[in-house]
């Protein structure tokens, strides 16, 4: 039999999948779900028992949370990266680095096939085959979905058919789940004016008693929450679920596709949004005006270039450390109000603050230079536009 790998979720476009291959072929089939810290060990368990149930010869389950945040995330938090100023790269990152996985994997047992369910209008498509064609190139990348052109309700109909049956209110929302957030896609996300009714999102909300934390971050890196020291792996588990409660990080993100359309995706990421707002707040007090503004520009591009599969780009090594050495500095505590649906940075505490250097401070009075520097000073920053305008009469 010839091995083929089936990178697979348990939604309905890989339950469509893999029963319509293993139906219709001779294939072993493999079933790999990778987990980037979005699904609890219970989740876990089903998904592989559903897995035998629809026809798998064989499943893994791959865990990549911690080389995910080692190899990613940490850069998206020093870049303060948000798509559009809008979009925490959620799924964009995570299909990456699970698309590298289930390509290790499938070199790994020498599979013929990999099989994936992305459709053939967004960006997972291109992800996925651009990993596996530069890490197992021998193998043949199979689409039922893309391939077939077929829509949601034509996959549960062909489910429903072969005595599947799945809950058509569950199946008619796409849902990814990461540490970095959780994607919802949906009838109402196709159009340009509608909004997710509330009870799209997975989490819903629990608390409205407003609260304060505490985030600490070391060397750019969050590193403790409310006193507790933890990794930054369990400190953003942690605050997803503690923001979750508030359905803090909800949005819709408008955005250019690979392939030049725009498209329409809903989110929810609690621990992403307070981390990155936290981490700039920090980084505004502790950078200079140049990093900042490089920064912008670098991490804009890693961001872009993350998004759009070509995460294997040296150039992204290059941003990276670019990055890494703009942290040395950025150590402190941020203090974050939490509130139902929104959030507000309170302040922060750093050895490394500029705000409070005694060399200069900013206020009504200083004791850096007396009026004469700051008269000099002014007259001599202002000569490039007295010269400029001085040429006026002459136009």
């Not at 199979?142 to 309700?153: G, M, Y």
């Not at 507790?228 to 250019?256: C, F, Q, T, W």
């Amino acid at each position: 039999m010839n091995k083929a790998v089936l990178a697979y979720s348990g939604g309905l476009d890989t339950s469509y999948s893999l029963v319509r291959l293993a139906k219709e072929t001779d294939m072993e089939i493999h079933t790999v779900i990778i987990n980037s810290g979005g699904f609890y060990d219970k989740e876990l368990k089903q998904i592989e028992k559903r897995a035998y149930e629809l026809g798998s010869n064989h499943h893994v389950t791959i865990d990549i949370t911690e080389k995910f945040y080692k190899s990613c995330l940490r850069y998206l938090i020093y870049g303060n990266i948000l798509k559009n100023n809008t979009y925490p790269l959620s799924v964009s990152a995570e299909r990456i680095f699970q698309s590298l996985a289930i390509a290790e994997y499938a070199k790994k047992i020498n599979a013929k096939y990999i099989i994936h369910g992305s459709t053939g209008a967004g960006n997972d498509q291109i992800r996925f085959d651009v990993a596996f064609e530069v890490i197992t190139p021998k193998s043949k990348i199979i689409t039922p979905i893309r391939d077939e052109n077929i829509s949601r309700q034509e996959e549960l109909e062909y489910l429903q058919k072969n005595g599947i049956n799945m809950n058509w209110e569950k199946a008619k929302y796409s849902i990814n789940k990461g540490i970095w957030g959780t994607s919802i896609g949906g009838v109402e996300t196709l159009s340009s004016d509608q909004d997710l009714p509330e009870e799209s999102f997975p989490t819903p909300l629990s608390e409205t008693t407003p609260s304060i934390i505490e985030l600490e971050f070391s060397k750019g890196e969050p590193t403790g929450l409310n006193g507790e020291k933890m990794s930054p792996v369990a400190l953003i588990k942690k605050l997803n679920d503690m923001g979750g409660k508030y359905a803090i990080g909800r949005d819709i993100h408008v955005g250019d596709t690979i392939l030049g359309i725009k498209g329409r995706v809903g989110f929810e990421a609690p621990a992403p949004m307070i981390i990155i707002k936290a981490h700039h707040l920090l980084e505004k007090h502790t950078l200079s005006r140049w990093q900042l503004l490089h920064k912008d520009s670098l991490a804009n591009w890693y961001g872009t270039l993350l998004h759009e599969a070509q995460y294997l780009d040296p150039v992204m090594r290059d941003i990276e450390a670019f990055l890494t050495s703009s942290q040395k500095r950025v150590t402190g505590k941020v203090k974050i109000q939490l509130y139902p649906y929104y959030f507000r940075m309170i302040g922060i505490k750093s050895p490394y603050d500029m705000m409070q250097s005694k060399v200069a401070t900013y206020g009504e009075e200083n004791e850096a230079w007396d009026s004469r520097d700051a008269r000099g000073f002014i007259k001599i920053f202002g000569n490039q536009l007295k010269i400029h305008h001085s040429f006026n009469d002459l136009e």
